[in-house]
């Protein structure tokens, strides 16, 4: 399960950064995650509960923000939103280049914030 690795990974990381606050308590999480990933919040959620239950960690908040997603063009530089996910392949709004996009935005799973005590 995508969402079940995700979070081990995400968690990790706040425990690494609650460390060297010398926190011990989560209370708030906020994680972005890129449109592209395609990620379900709903699963997202329950992975967090499920990896939290019974541990200190218990009862802390999760607040999810999807990022859109933003390419640009390898011809013109233009910076766009394709707006649905299959517009990935449309063409560049701006020259008409089909192919070899970047990716600006929209892209990976952050730990946006964190509180603890
Ligand atoms: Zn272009």
């Given at each position: 399960m995508h969402e079940l690795s995700l979070m081990a990974g995400v968690m990790d990381l706040a425990r690494q950064e609650?460390?060297?606050?010398?926190?011990?308590?989560?209370?708030l999480m906020?994680?972005?995650?890129?449109?592209?990933?395609q990620v379900l919040p709903d699963a997202l959620r329950m992975a967090f509960a499920a990896?939290?239950?019974?541990?200190?960690w218990e009862g802390a908040r999760l607040e999810l923000e999807e990022e859109p997603l933003e390419l640009s063009?390898?011809?013109?530089g233009h910076r766009f939103?394709?707006?649905?996910?299959?517009?990935l392949y449309a063409p560049c709004p701006?020259?008409?280049?089909?192919?070899?996009?970047?990716?600006?935005?929209g892209e990976g799973v952050f730990l946006d914030h964190l509180e603890a005590e």
């Amino acid at each position: 399960m995508h969402e079940l690795s995700l979070m081990a990974g995400v968690m990790d990381l706040a425990r690494q950064e609650l460390e060297r606050h010398g926190a011990s308590r989560l209370t708030l999480m906020r994680l972005r995650f890129g449109e592209l990933d395609q990620v379900l919040p709903d699963a997202l959620r329950m992975a967090f509960a499920a990896m939290t239950a019974g541990t200190s960690w218990e009862g802390a908040r999760l607040e999810l923000e999807e990022e859109p997603l933003e390419l640009s063009c390898p011809l013109c530089g233009h910076r766009f939103r394709p707006g649905a996910r299959s517009a990935l392949y449309a063409p560049c709004p701006s020259c008409g280049e089909t192919t070899g996009f970047g990716v600006v935005r929209g892209e990976g799973v952050f730990l946006d914030h964190l509180e603890a005590e």
